[in-house]
């Protein structure tokens, strides 16, 4: 069974720092692209960014380049986005999402993890 | 980018009728080269992730019930749920992976 398990959000103060982690099981990490999609509260859902299977690409929403970082770790089945110089309206509910073998389709999502971004 | 706009933001239908929801690309999501529309539909009930229904425009994913139809070609598309049951009220997403970055419809809301 695919399961995958966000971890690592909580408040945080505009400008800081926070790493989201997934640990994915069930399905051989090494062979799917990830993402990371957004929810802001009462809100729809926000692409914000993925990787290729290898790890050797990497795709960002403009409103994040330059401030998250995507990147995986296959001996440990975990995804993770890096998000620095937070703001307010990043202040969402983040899925950690797997894309179907050798697509960018999504086709299985976390649980979410909630970031709030707030003095 | 590729916006995709969503019709009707929300709609009421009554348990057995039909409900039809609209997607509209601001551009071509049909791929040539292996003739493939390259957009799908997810279902998001309250507290709960998305979960895919249609990819491909119109390929229901496993286990999806089969009154759950999808499509269209090029820039138009459409969801239909030919019976609506109580279990499908939730938020229903249009969500193009045809160019980077994927986009999302602002979702509809069927109620009943």
């Known amino acids: 069974e695919v399961q995958l398990v966000e971890s690592g959000g909580g408040l945080v103060q505009p400008g800081g720092s926070l790493r989201l982690s997934c640990a994915a099981s069930g399905f051989t990490f090494s062979n799917y692209w990830m993402h990371w999609v957004r929810q802001a509260p009462g809100k729809g859902l926000v692409w914000v960014s993925r990787i290729k299977s290898d790890g050797s690409s990497t795709g960002y929403v403009d409103s994040v380049k330059g401030r998250f970082t995507i990147s995986r770790d296959s001996a440990k089945n975990t995804l993770y986005l890096q998000m620095n110089s937070l703001r307010a309206e990043d202040t969402a509910v983040y899925y950690c999402?797997?894309?179907?073998?050798?697509?960018?389709?999504?086709?299985?999502w976390g649980q979410g993890t909630l970031v709030t971004v707030s003095s | 980018d590729i916006v995709m706009t969503q019709s009707p933001d929300s709609l009421a239908v009554s348990l057995g009728e039909r409900a039809t929801i609209n997607c509209k690309s601001s551009q071509n999501v049909l791929y040539r080269s292996d003739n493939k529309n390259y957009l799908a539909w997810y279902q998001q009930k309250p507290g709960q992730p998305p979960k895919l229904l249609i990819y491909?425009?119109?390929t229901r994913e496993s286990g999806v019930p089969d009154r759950f139809s999808g499509s269209g070609s090029g820039t138009d598309f459409t969801l239909t749920i030919s019976s609506l049951q109580a279990e499908d009220v939730a938020v229903y997403y249009c969500h193009q992976y045809y160019s980077p970055p994927q986009t999302f419809g602002q979702g509809t809301k069927v109620e009943v």
């Open positions: 999402a797997r894309a179907r073998e050798g697509l960018v389709l999504i086709d299985y």
């Open positions: 491909w425009a119109s």
